[in-house]
Structure formats: C-alpha cells, structure tokens
C-alpha cells in the first residue's frame, strides 16, 4: 500500500521555489541598480556646501562664494549667475531668498529670485566663524565656534536682529531644528539638544556623547543621524529628547562630514572615501550597500530625483547618476527567517538575502524634501 502523499507537498515546495527565485534573483538587482556613475562635473574651487532646487544648483565654497548653476543638463552644469561674498560654509534657500552661513562674516542674505543676477539684501554678524544656517519661517538659526547657537528675526529681511542665543562654550559646527528643538553637532560633545519653544532663552535639556569630531546632524521622525570624522555615522534614538540613546552605527574609518536621509537609505559625503550609500531600515545594524570614489574630498551632498550632487575641493560640484533607482527602492542584504506553520508541521527556511520593499514603485528620490541637505 503506498502511503498516503501530504496535500501540503506541492504547497511546500513552490513556497520554497518563490523564495529561492526571490532572494538569489534579487541580489543580481541590487548589483545592477545601485551603481553609481559620473555624468557630470562643473570645475571650482574648493567648493563646500551644495543645495539643488528646480534644477538649479546652489553652491557655496571657500573661494568663489555663492554659485548658481544650472544643472537641467545634468551632463553639462553651467554656471547662470556668481556672488562673491567670501567663505561659504552652508547654504538654505527658501522663497527665492538664499541664506548663507559665512565662516568669517557671519549670516548673508541674498535674492536669488533671478538667478542670473544674485544681489545681496543684507547681513548679520556678531563676531566667530560661522558653520552652519538653518531656516525656519522668519527665524534663521546659525552656530558660530565663538557664540554657539544664535537665534536671527528675520521677519524684516533688511534689518535681521538677534533675539537668543545658546552658548555653552563649545564648538558646535552643524544645527537642525525639528519643532521646538535645536539638534547641535557639538565637536567636543556630540549632541546637544536644546528647546527652542521660547526664542528668547533656549535651553539645553539632552545630549549624548559618543566621542570627539562630531559635525552635522539630521533628525527624521525621533531619529537622529550624526555625523563624525572620526565615529562615521551614529544613529541615535531622541523619541526621549532629555536622554537620547544609540542605536547603531556605521564607521569604515572615513571622515564623514554629512549625510542626506532619503526613505531608508543615508547618502554619505566622506572626505576621502566619496560618495557612500548606506542602508539604514534598520538602524541598529546600517550596511553599506554602494558608493562612489574618483578621489578628491568630498564635503556635501544633494540628492534630487536619480542624481547625487556632490561638493568636492578639488574638483567641484560632480553630478552622479543612480541608475533606474525609481523602480528599486532599498536593497538591504540581510538573513530571513520565515516560519510557515501547517497541520501537524512547521517549515522553516533560513539564510539568503532578500530586497526590502524593493518593488515600491517611484518612491525613492521621487519624495519632496522640505528642507535642503536631507533635512
């Protein structure tokens, strides 16, 4: 007498056929949609800070002040209008107006409005080298080395006047602000949160230290991203902003200066290793998943629909393509467990890898940033 075949046998192995097809096929995906490639490149000197709006590129450096390029060809940049206004360490654009953050002269204003024909509208300084600006509404928030974070009234744009400050004796080098709260990239702390509810008199109320060379910050939903030139890239919980914790981290021994969030993926600028993409869908355990490197140091970065615009010292603005990306949202490499319970048994199939929402369509660089550097 034969014995009696299990009605779940052909169920079983289709279920095991799908997921073999599924991971191994996969991975040849993630080979082929993650590859970076250069397409671009517009030459100037000691370029630092990059903001790309309605295919416009704005960008600031250390020599030539602020730029403005047109970059709807992405493969042949061209310069539409320049303003030398010294030493510009970042840039935020908003209505027309551009808003920058001059190491040695403090805030500069400037409408950009015609693109062609940049004029300043005014300027703020109070004395210390100035790194970072943040714009929100009429309030532009800037940290200096010497005065740490100073908070500008710029409701009327010819006359910005100061009314708070935070300073604590530091050397903070990059701001976010996210509600009521100022995220601080401290050098010699880390980060450094303070509320920001009352413009008049912030306060410190958290902070982590995870060691020496912090420089920029992002927060998306209660997730912080901290940038580092020595630790990489720290992810930290602030669901809790008086006791912020790590989650994880990501350090190939690089200096990383800054990062753009997009969906699941970091984009990392490291001054001597490039353009590096990382998966972060899990924050505890972030895996880098493509980059690239033609030399040089790298300072920003911008990520607008399938381009990367990337700052470097010393061959400028260079525009990167990530091909097809709209289609492949994240490959996160990863081992799966997958319980599959029947009658009288349980299948259980390990290891492979697997792509993770990797079939959400015109999703990734396709979503509308609010606020520019992945902010």
Same mark, same amino acid.
């Given at each position: 007498?034969?014995?009696?075949?299990?009605?779940?046998?052909?169920?079983?192995?289709?279920?095991?056929?799908?997921?073999?097809?599924?991971?191994?096929?996969?991975?040849?995906?993630?080979?082929?949609?993650?590859?970076?490639?250069?397409?671009?490149?517009?030459?100037?000197?000691?370029?630092?800070?990059?903001?790309?709006?309605?295919?416009?590129?704005?960008?600031?450096?250390?020599?030539?002040?602020?730029?403005?390029?047109?970059?709807?060809?992405?493969?042949?940049?061209?310069?539409?209008?320049?303003?030398?206004?010294?030493?510009?360490?970042?840039?935020?654009?908003?209505?027309?107006?551009?808003?920058?953050?001059?190491?040695?002269?403090?805030?500069?204003?400037?409408?950009?409005?015609?693109?062609?024909?940049?004029?300043?509208?005014?300027?703020?300084?109070?004395?210390?080298?100035?790194?970072?600006?943040?714009?929100?509404?009429?309030?532009?928030?800037?940290?200096?080395?010497?005065?740490? =974070? !100073? &908070?500008? %009234?710029? +409701?009327?744009?010819?006359?910005?006047? #100061? /009314?708070?400050?935070?300073? *604590? $004796? @530091?050397?903070?080098?990059?701001?976010?602000?996210?509600?009521?709260?100022?995220?601080?990239?401290?050098?010699?702390?880390?980060?450094?949160?303070?509320?920001?509810?009352?413009?008049?008199?912030?306060?410190?109320?958290?902070?982590?230290?995870?060691?020496?060379?912090?420089?920029?910050?992002?927060?998306?939903?209660?997730?912080?991203?901290?940038?580092?030139?020595?630790?990489?890239?720290?992810?930290?919980?602030?669901?809790?902003?008086?006791?912020?914790?790590?989650?994880?981290?990501?350090?190939?021994?690089?200096?990383?200066?800054?990062?753009?969030?997009?969906?699941?993926?970091?984009?990392?600028?490291?001054?001597?290793?490039? =353009? !590096? &993409?990382? %998966?972060? +869908?899990?924050?505890?355990?972030?895996? #880098? /998943?493509?980059?690239?490197? *033609? $030399? @040089?140091?790298?300072?920003?970065?911008?990520?607008?629909?399938?381009?990367?615009?990337?700052?470097?010292?010393?061959?400028?603005?260079?525009?990167?393509?990530?091909?097809?990306?709209?289609?492949?949202?994240?490959?996160?490499?990863?081992?799966?467990?997958?319980?599959?319970?029947?009658?009288?048994?349980?299948?259980?199939?390990?290891?492979?890898?697997?792509?993770?929402?990797?079939?959400?369509?015109?999703?990734?660089?396709?979503?509308?940033?609010?606020?520019?550097?992945?902010?």
């Amino acid at each position: 007498m034969n014995p009696t075949k299990s009605p779940y046998k052909n169920l079983l192995l289709m279920i095991m056929f799908f997921f073999m097809v599924f991971l191994y096929g996969n991975i040849v995906l993630a080979n082929k949609y993650l590859n970076p490639q250069k397409i671009g490149e517009f030459k100037t000197l000691f370029a630092w800070d990059v903001v790309v709006i309605d295919d416009i590129a704005y960008v600031g450096g250390t020599e030539e002040g602020l730029q403005i390029i047109d970059v709807s060809d992405p493969r042949n940049p061209t310069e539409l209008g320049h303003l030398d206004l010294g030493v510009t360490h970042s840039i935020d654009v908003l209505d027309g107006v551009a808003y920058l953050a001059n190491y040695f002269s403090g805030l500069q204003i400037v409408n950009v409005s015609n693109p062609l024909s940049p004029i300043k509208i005014s300027d703020f300084y109070d004395g210390g080298h100035v790194s970072d600006v943040f714009t929100v509404g009429d309030l532009v928030y800037l940290v200096s080395l010497e005065n740490g =974070l !100073e &908070i500008i %009234n710029c +409701s009327d744009i010819r006359h910005p006047i #100061k /009314i708070g400050e935070y300073n *604590d $004796g @530091g050397s903070p080098n990059g701001v976010f602000i996210k509600g009521d709260l100022a995220y601080i990239a401290e050098y010699h702390a880390g980060l450094e949160i303070v509320n920001i509810s009352d413009p008049f008199n912030p306060s410190e109320i958290g902070g982590c230290f995870n060691g020496e060379g912090a420089y920029s910050v992002k927060v998306i939903d209660n997730i912080a991203y901290l940038c580092y030139s020595s630790n990489g890239l720290e992810i930290l919980n602030v669901s809790d902003p008086t006791l912020p914790t790590t989650l994880g981290s990501f350090n190939n021994g690089g200096i990383v200066y800054f990062a753009f969030i997009l969906d699941d993926l970091a984009f990392l600028s490291d001054d001597n290793d490039g =353009l !590096e &993409i990382v %998966n972060i +869908s899990d924050p505890t355990n972030p895996r #880098k /998943i493509s980059g690239f490197n *033609d $030399g @040089g140091h790298t300072r920003n970065l911008f990520v607008d629909n399938n381009f990367v615009f990337l700052t470097d010292f010393d061959d400028g603005l260079e525009i990167i393509e990530l091909s097809n990306v709209p289609t492949i949202q994240n490959f996160v490499p990863t081992e799966i467990v997958i319980t599959i319970a029947i009658p009288c048994s349980i299948l259980v199939i390990t290891g492979g890898y697997f792509m993770y929402r990797h079939l959400k369509k015109n999703t990734l660089l396709k979503k509308k940033v609010h606020k520019i550097r992945g902010k």
